[in-house]
């Protein structure tokens, strides 16, 4: 388990990857963001990503899906209370392989709680060609190390 006194600043952490199909973009859309150009192939190739794109809900979600399997899992992760600067950087296309770069920033104990801890990261998915497709920036919370 990694506890709060074990992060430091500046460790990276990457994940591991996972390709993007045309059928998972398209599943996505329908329960959560039916717009055209994430449900239509054809229809897509009118909108200004020439192409059909997934949505930026879902290239978070896989990012998340791909941070808790790579490192979230073995942390003394209690949630988080929110995260700054999301952006969509690059359209997320059939296709396309993703990893995710996280980095982090700094930490402070809570002045409340002195069983837990925030830590502060950026998080950078990236594309098969080293494109930053999502990037924001985050508050974990942790629990401190039992005395």
Known sequence: ????????????RETGSKTVTAEEIIAFAREFDPQYFH?????????IFGGLVASGWHTASMAMRLMVDSFVGTAASIGSPGFDDLRWRVPVRPGDTLRVRSTVLDKAP?????????VRFTTECLNQRDEV???????ALYRRRPA
């Open 1 to 12: 388990m990694i506890f709060f006194e074990d992060v430091q600043p500046g460790t990276v």
């Open 39 to 47: 449900l239509d192939a054809v229809a897509a190739k009118d909108s």
């Open 133 to 139: 497709v999502m990037s924001l920036t985050s508050i």
């Open 110 to 118: 809570s002045q409340r709680r002195p069983d837990i801890g925030s």
